[in-house]
């Protein structure tokens, strides 16, 4: 079973540098989230999405792009990377119905210098 | 602050020993998520608390969730090396008009040594 499957798994970027953050579920789930994990920070929340064509900021959306064509698929842009994005990103899923969990991909592990 | 205080933030323990993980809301919780992370991996949901007083058990790890208190304690038996790894509870946003998201604390890291 595949879940959620975020790609790349590292990417090493220099400031000014664009790059897309790819993320596809395959549960038909119509939630998907973009988190950022920073150490001893936990998660915070990027973006996130409750169906095809919607989209909407999270706590820490400044820096980021996202766009919902599919079901399956949230890419994350970053546009002019910084040195503060570096960290680790992380794609989440879930079905919407109360109480469900949100099913997470392995994470993006992105330095920008 | 955080919203969510996790304490404490590493524990070190020796296999077979017992462990305590608590998580501690400033918002009135409406249900709360714990994960564990293995370096390197995405987050595995371990279970979900929504009553006061609920308690759940998944292998040898029980969590409980006091509302009043607005707490969650994660509790782990006979530790294991397989138990290592960084413990992170997520709380739920009220459901009107919120998508489901998670607001989660800063993590536990905890290492059993064999």
């Known amino acids: 079973n595949a879940g959620v499957t975020q790609t790349p798994k590292f990417r090493i970027l220099k400031i000014g540098q664009s790059m897309t953050l790819q993320c596809t579920q395959d549960?038909?789930?119509?939630?998907m989230y973009w988190y950022r994990q920073d150490p001893g920070m936990g998660l915070k929340l990027i973006y996130y999405?409750?169906?095809?064509?919607?989209?909407d900021k999270g706590e820490v959306p400044n820096g980021y792009n996202v766009s919902r064509s599919t079901t399956e698929d949230f890419p994350l842009r970053l546009e002019l990377a910084a040195p503060s994005q570096t960290s680790v990103y992380f794609c989440?899923?879930?079905?919407?119905?109360?109480?469900?969990?949100?099913?997470f991909g392995n994470g993006t592990r992105l330095t920008v210098t | 602050s955080q919203e969510l205080e996790q304490s404490p933030q590493s524990l070190i323990v020796q296999e077979g020993k017992n462990l305590t993980i608590n998580c501690t809301s400033s918002?009135?919780?409406?249900?709360l998520y714990w994960y564990k992370q293995k370096y390197g991996e995405g987050l595995i949901f371990l279970m979900m608390?929504?009553?006061?007083?609920e308690e759940k058990s998944h292998e040898k790890i029980t969590a409980k969730l006091d509302e009043k208190k607005q707490q969650s304690s994660l509790h782990i038996t006979a530790s294991q090396p397989s138990h290592a790894g960084i413990y992170l509870c997520?709380?739920?946003?009220?459901?009107?008009?919120?998508?489901?998201?998670?607001?989660f604390g800063s993590g536990t890291q905890l290492t059993v040594l064999p």
């Open positions: 989440a899923s879930s079905s919407g119905i109360v109480n469900s969990p949100l099913h």
């Open positions: 549960m038909n789930h119509n939630y």
């Open positions: 999405s409750v169906g095809a064509g919607i989209t």
């Open positions: 918002k009135t919780l409406y249900g």
């Open positions: 608390l929504q009553k006061g007083g």
């Open positions: 997520g709380a739920r946003r009220p459901a009107s008009g919120s998508a489901r998201q998670l607001t």
